[in-house]
């Protein structure tokens, strides 16, 4: 089975339609002959919590996140950056 990676911000316990667009996608990708791979980060900030949504996560899904040194910025921490003077 071919390997897919799914790089994204957005996975549960997070909430809303950035969470459910990716999950409901990789529920179905089995089914077409790829194996879905998430990388998300360690510590997402994300506004909207449903911890319900990982019941949905199939069987067997590799979630991996960086190592703990590496660090994706959040939308938050980026929106901030721009709003500084500089």
Known sequence: MKKALIITYYWPPSGGAGVQRWLKFVKYLREFGWEPVIYTPLNPDFP???ATLSADIPVDIEVSEPLSGSRIPSTKKLQEAK???G
């Open 83 to 85: 709003a500084l003077p």
């Open 48 to 50: 909207i919590v449903d």
